[in-house]
Nanobody, 121 residues
């Protein structure tokens, strides 16, 4: 069964850092583009970054560029989202998703449960 499991969220103060993990089960993350998304209360799901299957250089939304970084560990079958200089507006539930390409918004496989990130003093 193909499954993505996100972890690593929590409560952090403004300016702090967190590293989220996206673990693949039943498939190889190396075979897909992997996107990171977030959804804040009352808002739609926002795509914040993606790493393609072929090009190892991730792309980012303006809202997180320079603060967030995506990396792959194909041996561990995981993709990570390093989040630095967190702001209250980064508060959201974070999801990873398998994509056909980084131009896509719709995931190939069902959404996971996500992991909650709360930035507050």
């Amino acid at each position: 069964q193909v499954q993505l499991v996100e972890s690593g969220g929590g409560l952090v103060q403004p300016g702090g850092s967190l590293r989220l993990s996206c673990a693949g089960s039943g498939f190889k993350v190396a075979d897909y583009a992997i996107g990171w998304f977030r959804q804040a209360p009352g808002k739609g799901r926002e795509k914040i970054g993606c790493v393609s299957r072929i090009d190892p250089t991730p792309t980012y939304a303006h809202s997180v560029e320079g603060r967030f970084a995506i990396s792959r560990d194909n041996v561990a079958n995981r993709v990570y989202l390093q989040m630095n200089d967190l702001k209250p507006e980064d508060t959201a539930r974070y999801y990873c998703a398998t994509l056909l390409t980084c131009s896509d918004l719709a995931p190939i496989n069902p959404w996971g449960l996500g992991t909650q990130v709360t930035v507050s003093s």
